[in-house]
T-cell receptor, first 109, second 114 residues
Framework: QKEVEQDPGPLSVPEGAIVSLNCTYSNSAFQYFMWYRQYSRKGPELLMYTYSSGNKEDGRFTAQVDKSSKYISLFIRDSQPSDSATYLCAMSFGSRLTFGEGTQLTVNP | DSGVTQTPKHLITATGQRVTLRCSPRSGDLSVYWYQQSLDQGLQFLIQYYNGEERAKGNILERFSAQQFPDLHSELNLSSLELGDSALYFC?????????????FGPGTRLTVT
């Protein structure tokens, strides 16, 4: 069993939709939770990171962590075609970072 | 632009050869991480250096080695290359060597082994 599970998609939504991306994990020692966006095999770009359970908002993006369920989510409001990319969740314990497989998202105009 | 630079952008070489990939971390970052991303796998952590010292090892093959120099740039050496080594190689950097929560990635080096 992988430590971090992420549905690879692909996920296709119309412009303006609310997108929900999710990851589950098995290692309760994970301390920080991150979301990265990767455009067509470019370098992953850090979107947000959170430490504790709860929500963190940044513009159209909201990251949610539920440590009791070992479940994290990224919500994208008012999705735009420019949001089309692969979204990777990542979790860290100490200096070790573990990535999910990534979810491929397409936002259609 | 993350501030992390990697050279070269593309590399095409033959099986059995040796190549060196170079990375310069963001200004102020002391940790450098190397990752491999192939088509059929996600991001695989290879190795981490912190202020010149090896800090953590992941799924790095014995044919691969890395080092971090006093000016904090890092090099990843890949030898006896095989077709399966064709992949994107990313370098990332962060301030801390003990906890990672803000890790910034470079643009990557695309390696093709023919």
């Amino acid at each position: 069993q992988k430590e971090v599970e992420q549905d690879p998609g692909p996920l296709s939504v119309p412009e303006g939709a609310i997108v929900s991306l999710n990851c589950t994990y098995s290692n309760s020692a994970f301390q920080y939770f991150m979301w990265y966006r990767q455009y067509s095999r470019k370098g992953p770009e850090l979107l947000m990171y959170t430490y504790s359970s709860g929500n963190k908002e940044d513009g159209r993006f909201t990251a949610q962590v539920d440590k009791s369920s070992k479940y994290i989510s990224l919500f994208i409001r008012d999705s735009q075609p420019s949001d089309s990319a692969t979204y990777l969740c990542a979790m860290s314990f100490g200096s070790r970072l573990t990535f999910g497989e990534g979810t491929q998202l397409t936002v259609n105009p | 632009d993350s501030g992390v630079t990697q050279t070269p952008k593309h590399l095409i070489t033959a099986t059995g050869q040796r190549v060196t990939l170079r990375c310069s971390p963001r200004s102020g970052d002391l940790s450098v991480y190397w990752y491999q991303q192939s088509l059929d796998q996600g991001l695989q952590f290879l190795i981490q250096y912190y202020n010149g010292e090896e800090r953590a090892k992941g799924n790095i093959l014995e044919r691969f080695s890395a080092q971090q120099f006093p000016d904090l740039h890092s090099e990843l050496n890949l030898s006896s290359l095989e077709l399966g080594d064709s992949a994107l190689y990313f370098c990332a950097s962060s301030i801390s060597g003990s906890y990672v929560y803000e890790q910034y990635f470079g643009p990557g080096t695309r390696l093709t082994v023919t």
